[in-house]
């Protein structure tokens, strides 16, 4: 069993970044999902189920993987704006 966690900003993107990710339905500054999951496409299958991500774009990043039965730090989250 691991932790899947997707993240994505769009804090200091512009124009010139056409082929960014857009990984929630809705506009966003900011996005992050964590799944429990066996693997990363029970993820996939319990994020579809969720709602408002897209799926596809969510498959373009790497997501951080945390394996349950190790210590770890599980999230942090810095803004500066």
């Not at 994505?8 to 056409?18: A, D, N, Q, V, Y």
């Given at each position: 069993?691991?932790?899947?966690?997707?993240?994505?900003?769009?804090?200091?993107?512009?124009?010139?970044?056409?082929?960014?990710?857009?990984?929630?339905?809705d506009n966003y500054?900011?996005?992050?999902?964590?799944?429990?999951?066996?693997?990363?496409?029970?993820?996939?299958?319990?994020?579809?189920?969720?709602?408002?991500?897209?799926?596809?774009?969510?498959?373009?990043?790497?997501?951080?993987?945390?394996?349950?039965?190790?210590?770890?730090?599980?999230?942090?989250?810095?803004?500066?704006?």
């Open positions: 069993m691991n932790i899947y966690i997707w993240r994505h900003s769009k804090f200091l993107s512009s124009w010139s970044m056409f082929d960014e990710p857009h990984v929630y339905r500054l900011q996005a992050e999902i964590a799944v429990l999951a066996e693997s990363e496409e029970q993820a996939f299958d319990m994020i579809q189920k969720d709602g408002p991500w897209n799926i596809a774009e969510l498959q373009r990043i790497e997501p951080i993987v945390l394996d349950v039965k190790h210590p770890a730090v599980i999230s942090r989250f810095v803004n500066f704006g």
